[in-house]
């Protein structure tokens, strides 16, 4: 849907943008500062893991040390450069797909042969037993829809790259659609393989079954190669979401909802205001850490959550105005990037994400969300509220203090 919208009209806050354009003024203002409560949720999610990855090496650095130091990092890249970005971007996330692909290669290769486990290929047994393929029935399926929500988030970035890419025609098609099969291989085929090897109420009780499979091919040092991925794999999350972020807010500034001075860009076009405005944000995560480092991950990434549906339902209700208004005038041939089974999907896609809501309301872990959320929405619509009033008395004041000009009759 946003791939649609995207390759039509590119800007830089993708969604931000689209919202006050095709929904309403203040959907835009509350997904662009919502952004930065979504940051700094997602920061303290993954702050938590990071700084656990850690300790696998160092058991005494705390886990928000961890954090600081992957901040200052990501602080760094994002201030030089876009390019420096996406090189950095390229190659931790070549590292987690390297490994991955390895890993299924090589856990299909026990599966089917048996190298690794005795001789005794496994087979495909272990999806069917101890209580069949889906044992705890759909119950268990619709309460894991919530953390699968979590994982996907971030699936649609590369529309906030629309505004600074080349041949946006040719890179953004190419992307999205390359998303779908990044989801079969990574999400899909690694799940498949896990749970082929292993019972699945045996996953994890032993260790990452990441580790576990290459222990079993013979790989000496295994769990230290997956901890040193699983690391570069949060690292590239912070990454991308503080690219994500710093777009969105800059976008606020350029339509007039933020301060002037968060549009200002460094000699490389570099956002660096919003970007720090984000590292800000992100050190919230890292304090939050300090203080509930137990609670930390369950109750961000609830708000997480809370905050990617949020953003997901505006690009699907903004995709639907968008191609209602190419129909009206239309212009619906020429679209050259289409969203497929158009409305179709786009009403599938809008109830997942009303089942992924009425989840969370079920689980008490989640649940923190419907207590946070209300009281948020109401603080940005006061600031909205506020803000506009004083854009019009700015803009009243403009106009008195303009100079009149009269015309000579003759």
Not at 57 to 67: C, K
Not at 114 to 137: Q, S
Not at 232 to 252: D, E, H, K
């Amino acid at each position: 849907a946003v791939g649609e919208m995207s390759v039509e009209e590119p800007v830089a806050g993708a969604v931000v943008s689209y919202s006050t354009r095709y929904l309403h003024p203040f959907v835009g203002f509350f997904l662009g500062w919502n952004g930065l409560l979504t940051t700094a949720a997602f920061s303290g999610a993954e702050f938590n893991a990071l700084g656990k990855y850690v300790q696998f090496w160092f058991p005494n650095v705390p886990i928000w040390v961890s954090g600081l130091c992957a901040v200052v990092f990501i602080l760094t890249i994002n201030l030089i450069s876009v390019a420096a970005f996406g090189e950095l971007e390229f190659w931790l996330s070549s590292i987690k797909v390297v490994t991955i692909i390895l890993m299924i290669v090589m856990g299909m290769f026990i599966i089917l042969t048996g190298v690794g486990n005795g001789g005794k290929a496994v087979g495909f047994g272990n999806l069917v037993a101890n209580g069949g393929f889906f044992p705890n029935g759909l119950k268990g399926i619709l309460f894991a829809v919530v953390l699968v929500a979590f994982a996907f988030g971030g699936t649609d970035s590369v529309a906030y790259t629309a505004g600074e890419a080349q041949d946006v025609k040719k890179t953004i098609p190419k992307a999205v659609n390359n998303v779908f099969w990044r989801i079969v291989i990574f999400y899909v085929g690694a799940t498949l393989v896990m749970l082929c090897l292993w019972p699945w109420n045996k996953i994890g009780t032993s260790g990452s079954p990441f580790v576990e499979v290459f222990a079993k091919i013979g790989i000496p040092a295994a769990a230290s190669i997956i901890n040193f991925v699983v690391i570069t794999a949060a690292i590239s999350s912070q990454n991308s979401g503080m690219y994500t972020t710093s777009r969105q807010v800059y976008n606020l500034a350029l339509q007039g909802n933020a301060p002037k001075f968060m549009a200002k860009v460094s000699k490389h076009k570099v956002p660096y205001v919003t970007v720090l405005m984000v590292v800000a944000v992100q050190l919230v995560g890292v304090v939050a850490n300090m203080i509930v480092p137990e609670k930390a991950f369950s109750y961000f990434s609830s708000l997480v959550v809370f905050g990617l549906v949020s953003g997901w339902v505006c690009e699907l209700l903004c995709q639907y105005r968008f191609r209602k208004l190419k129909i009206k005038n239309h212009q619906d041939d020429q679209l050259t990037f289409k969203m497929p089974w158009w409305p179709f999907s786009s009403y599938f896609a809008l109830g997942f994400m009303a089942l992924v809501m009425v989840m969370m309301a079920l689980m008490p872990d989640y649940r923190v969300t419907y207590y946070v959320a209300p009281i948020w929405i109401l603080i940005l619509y006061i600031a909205y509220r506020i803000h506009n009033k004083r854009k019009a008395a700015m803009s009243a004041k403009k106009d008195e203090d303009a100079p009149v000009t009269v015309k000579n009759a003759d």
